[in-house]
């Protein structure tokens, strides 16, 4: 979906292609179009219709304004596809998987926005950044909040900047904390 939105200049062609990744995830998948490699892979989940908000919110990001509107938008869509697939792998922690891609998705948004003023309506856009702990299967998730996290305390910095987040991914990877 990050390749759609950077048909930017085409905004139309983005809108176009973001909503129907939302439509086709949100209809049954018994009913999405054969030989799409992505749908493929998620036709054998039990309800990928979650994954709908996910085109939502990069659907969101085309607007003229990032207004706090825009940026709940698109943490919401994240963090719904990352319930999603806490659901689908068993796991009760759902609302701790959607706050920590939430963290991530901030921290993702403000590391690849260039204007200044855009970045730091993002950075500062949530003040609670703490990363619930995580079961195992949803380590790696564990691991791109702890960076995203930390990337937002630095003001947006890119996740990974440094011996300090290699550090860290060592360690939320091994202990998930």
């Known amino acids: 979906m990050t390749a759609i939105l950077r048909l930017r200049r085409e905004p139309l062609m983005a809108q ?25 892979a998620l036709r054998e989940w039990r309800d990928p219709s979650g994954l709908a908000a996910l085109a939502s919110g990069w659907e969101a990001l085309l607007s003229e304004d ?11 869509g994240r963090g719904a596809a990352f319930t999603c697939l806490a659901r689908e792998l068993g796991v009760e922690a759902t609302e701790d998987a959607r706050a920590a ?7 993702d948004l403000a590391a690849n926005i260039s204007n200044d003023a855009e970045r730091a309506r993002v950075v500062g856009y949530r003040k609670d950044l703490s990363v619930p702990r ?44």
């Open 101 to 107: 891609a939430e963290v991530w998705a901030l921290a």
């Open 134 to 177: 995580l079961p195992r299967s949803l380590r790696p998730l564990a691991v791109l909040a702890g960076l995203g996290a930390a990337a937002l305390r630095k003001g947006g910095a890119p996740l990974l900047s440094g011996r300090a987040s290699a550090l860290l991914v060592l360690r939320i990877g091994l202990i998930g904390r």
């Open 16 to 40: 176009v292609r973001l909503a129907w990744w939302r439509e086709t995830l949100g209809r049954d998948p018994a009913r999405w179009p054969l030989g799409e490699p992505v749908l493929e």
């Open 66 to 76: 990032l207004t706090s509107d825009v940026i709940a938008e698109f943490i919401a």
